[in-house]
């Protein structure tokens, strides 16, 4: 999947839409285990893989100010999260897992 990123700026990578776009994801996965009866006791591990990243600059969209920094030389990263899916539920910005 091609970035959001790359219509908008060459070589940035925008910490808000990665943000937007993974907590949309969780909402997603907790509203499809909830539709396929998963009860509230279901433990769900929770990955996001970014790719692509070597080269790019840490920015934001819109009028947030980030100050310049240097391109990141990491081309990949991974963040995993496991949590109950009614800890997910009762606090959906901050599931309370392990990081």
């Known amino acids: 999947m091609d970035l959001f990123e ?5 070589n940035r990578i925008f910490f808000d839409t990665r943000i937007v776009r993974t907590t949309e994801a969780l909402m997603y996965s907790s509203n499809l285990y909830r539709e396929l009866g998963a009860d509230g006791n279901i433990s769900v591990r929770f990955a996001v893989r970014h790719t692509g990243l070597k080269g790019r600059i840490l920015g934001a969209v819109g009028r947030r100010h980030v100050p310049p920094g240097l391109p990141s030389s990491e081309d ?13 539920e009762k606090d ?5 897992g392990t990081a």
């Open 6 to 10: 790359d219509s908008r700026a060459e």
């Open 76 to 88: 990949e990263v991974i963040s995993e999260v496991s949590f109950l899916l009614s800890d997910f």
């Open 92 to 96: 959906p910005g901050r599931p309370r």
